[in-house]
């Protein structure tokens, strides 16, 4: 998808999830435009991009130089968006690897002068032999020699950054603070997928938002939602595999929880 479709694209996915939140456009729309005319944040992931080229090529890594923020991807805009609207004391992430989205959540805490983000995922030699969190990608997802978990990540914005390095399942346990804002990039598998996120909900708010990456890969999000009778939210992510269905978004609060049969 060319840059300017990808553009519209992201525009169409703020406009449903304000339609979403029952708030105007305008107010996200806002969020997108400083995030879009944030030259310091996107210079300094073209900076942590350029030094990291040589050890890791691919994907978003071949661009020499990012202009427009578009090129990384809804997922990432969304997350930003939502954590500007939000502002959540604290976000919780599983899943990090070169630190993309938690680059977009960290600046979006930054904006908001409050908040931290506890990031969870398994130590770089661990990853191999637990692959199949993301098995559709091989070995693309694993952290370079010389490299470490999260290495695009700004450093101007790792004040609001803690990062545990553990099996996910295993980590939330142990997290003594509750959280409203919650994203899934970790293993994307049925079962493991409906553990996090039934863990998670355990620990969180009543009003609190679960944001879930690839949930096209499994029927993981979609049995979370019918479980507990939640209205997500989907969307795509500018392109991939077809424009079909990636991103989902839930709401705990949603009007329509409880009261629309999304089982069929």
Known sequence: MDINTSHICNLLSLKLLAEYYCIGY??????????????????ELNQKIDTCRELYSKGLFLNKNITSIDWFGNQRITLYVLVRFLKPETCVE????????TAFILN???????????????????????????ENVGNTELVPKGL?????????????WELIEDDSLNALKEL??????????????????????????TLMSNNATIFADDINWSNGFYEFCVNHKLYPLLLTDNGKDE?????????????NNGKVDITG
Do not use: W
């Open 108 to 134: 979006a805490l930054e904006k908001n002068h409050k908040g931290k983000l506890i990031s969870i995922d398994l130590p770089a030699n661990k990853v191999q032999k637990a692959i199949s969190r993301h």
């Open 26 to 43: 305008s107010e996200l729309q806002y969020y997108y435009n400083e995030l879009a005319n944030d030259k310091t944040f996107i210079n």
């Open 243 to 255: 424009l079909k269905a990636r991103l989902g978004v839930v709401r705990f609060d949603h009007p």
């Open 94 to 101: 599983t899943g990090v690897f070169y630190g993309g989205s």
């Open 176 to 201: 003594e603070c509750p959280f409203s804002f919650f994203s899934h990039d970790s293993e994307h598998s049925r079962s493991f997928m409906i553990k996090e996120l039934e863990l998670a909900k």
């Open 148 to 160: 470490h978990t999260g290495f695009i990540i700004p450093d101007y914005l790792k004040d609001k």
